[in-house]
């Protein structure tokens, strides 16, 4: 089955640096990959996707970018504000089962 | 995005009550719905995944006769943790798709067993 593995699992960035969070995967067969963003005692929401025919994607200050050869996708966020604060889960999609990375909690530092 | 509604959103019950979880998708029907459980500062473990009209697919591990999930129509999901004890407190999350498309969560349930 797939496996994704994410990186790192916790982050703390200074108010108006970017932050970056890794994910690789091991099914090529996954052609959708999603990152959602979870505040505490709330449930996930989706911030940003991407699909196994684009390489990058942006909106705002979020973007995704990836590598299908090398079956690895990453989460930039630029200008990072306070509440950009959370934890952040990667995953990916094949035949609508959907696998999720373990998280990152991200704390940005006014 | 699409619509996800979770009821109740905290519920405390006391051992050996059943409680039951709802999950809807206000804006679009959802041909399968999945069932989470997350411990606090882990990752979210798939429970069971829920197509409407047919049985429930439980992930090893989880008691099906514990858990009980019912998707009765497109847009309706329900689980229900029977006769609760304090181990089973924990938050639990649903989530819903259309076949081939975006995932969208509820908000969650956080359920303490007395």
């Known amino acids: 089955g797939e496996n994704v593995e994410q990186h790192p699992s916790t982050l703390s960035v200074q108010e108006g640096d970017s932050a970056v969070i890794k994910c690789t995967y091991s099914?090529?067969?996954?052609?959708?990959f999603p990152w959602y963003k979870q505040e505490l005692g709330k449930g996930p929401q989706l911030i940003i996707d991407i699909r196994s025919n684009v390489g990058e994607k942006k909106d705002q200050r979020i973007a995704v970018t990836l590598n299908k050869t090398a079956k690895h996708f990453s989460l930039h966020i630029t200008e990072t504000q306070p509440e950009d604060s959370a934890v952040y889960f990667c995953?990916?999609?094949?035949?609508?089962?959907?696998?999720f990375g373990t998280g990152t909690s991200l704390t940005v530092i006014p | 995005g699409a619509v996800v509604s979770q009821h109740p959103s905290r519920v405390i019950c006391k051992s050996g009550t059943s409680v039951k979880i709802e999950c809807r998708s206000l804006d679009f029907q959802a041909t399968t719905m999945f069932w989470y459980r997350q411990f606090p500062k882990q990752s979210l473990m798939l429970m069971a995944t829920?197509?409407?009209?047919?049985?429930?697919?439980?992930e090893q591990g989880v008691e099906k006769d514990k858990f009980l999930i019912n998707h009765a129509s497109l847009t309706l999901s329900t689980l229900t943790v029977t006769s609760a004890h304090p181990e089973d407190s924990s938050f639990y999350i649903c989530?819903?798709?259309?076949?081939?498309?975006?995932?969208?969560f509820g908000s969650g349930t956080q359920l303490s067993v007395l």
């Open positions: 099914d090529s067969a996954s052609n959708y």
């Open positions: 829920s197509n409407e009209g047919s049985k429930a697919t439980y």
């Open positions: 989530s819903a798709s259309q076949t081939n498309e975006k995932l969208f």
């Open positions: 995953a990916a999609e094949r035949s609508n089962q959907f696998y």
